[in-house]
């Protein structure tokens, strides 16, 4: 299919359903990969922005775990993709115990391992909130430049991330609209499908 860039080519969506729980969102991107026929199996990695660690395991063990890593996680630094770099210096300890970890620095280790890990596609929720002051600009950059392999999906307003990203993704009279950035600029190059109704909770 035209709209989505093939399999292995940096890209940024803009999931522009700000008032939507994550997961919901989540899901009507899954459908639209359904409808644009995308091959499966497909790898899919997920970072939220309360996310779900080991929290009886250090934050170094914990992205062990998540990229498949057995070495030394004092070694990290020094194996981690260069482009990840910046955003793991900005985790002071990584032999600090996930449960005693501020909430912001779970978040940016899910964002590291997410974009570690091999795979196709990633969903951001909401990356610009919970995060350490220093990273926001950081990440902005590392999204822009696209030194990655995967098609991101990003859960946020479109005055932060409207600039940044190839493709829109929303909801709009009863319908998802979705459209490229570049290639299909006006209304015309449009995908519009039927969307799973809004709800109160996360699915």
Not at 110 to 136: C, H, K, M, S, V
Not at 143 to 152: C, G, I, N, R, S
Request: hydrophobic content about 45%; proline content about 10%; overall charge negative.
């Amino acid at each position: 299919m035209k709209f989505l860039p093939p399999s292995g080519q940096a890209a940024l969506i803009l999931a522009a359903f700000e008032t939507w729980p994550a997961a919901q969102c989540l899901n009507n991107f899954l459908m639209l990969l359904n409808i644009m026929q995308v091959p499966r199996p497909y790898k899919f990695a997920t970072a939220f922005d309360r996310p779900n660690l080991h929290r009886g395991l250090s934050l170094g063990q914990n992205l062990q775990l998540e990229v498949g890593h057995r070495a030394a996680y004092g070694d990290l630094p020094d194996i981690i993709p260069p482009a990840l770099r910046p955003l793991l210096d900005l985790i002071p300890d990584l032999k600090q115990a996930a449960d005693q970890a501020a909430p912001e620095v779970l978040h940016l280790l899910a964002i590291i391992a997410a974009f570690w890990r091999p795979g196709d596609y990633i969903f951001l929720e909401r990356p610009q909130f919970n995060l350490p002051t220093q990273a926001l600009p950081i990440l902005i950059d590392f999204l822009a430049k696209k030194e990655f392999h995967q098609t991101v999906i990003i859960h946020g307003p479109r005055s932060l991330w409207e600039k940044h990203c190839d493709y829109y993704f929303w909801p709009e009279e009863g319908r998802i609209q979705f459209a490229s950035k570049t290639e299909h600029p006006d209304p015309v190059g449009r995908l519009e499908f039927a969307y799973l109704p809004k709800t109160d909770q996360e699915i």
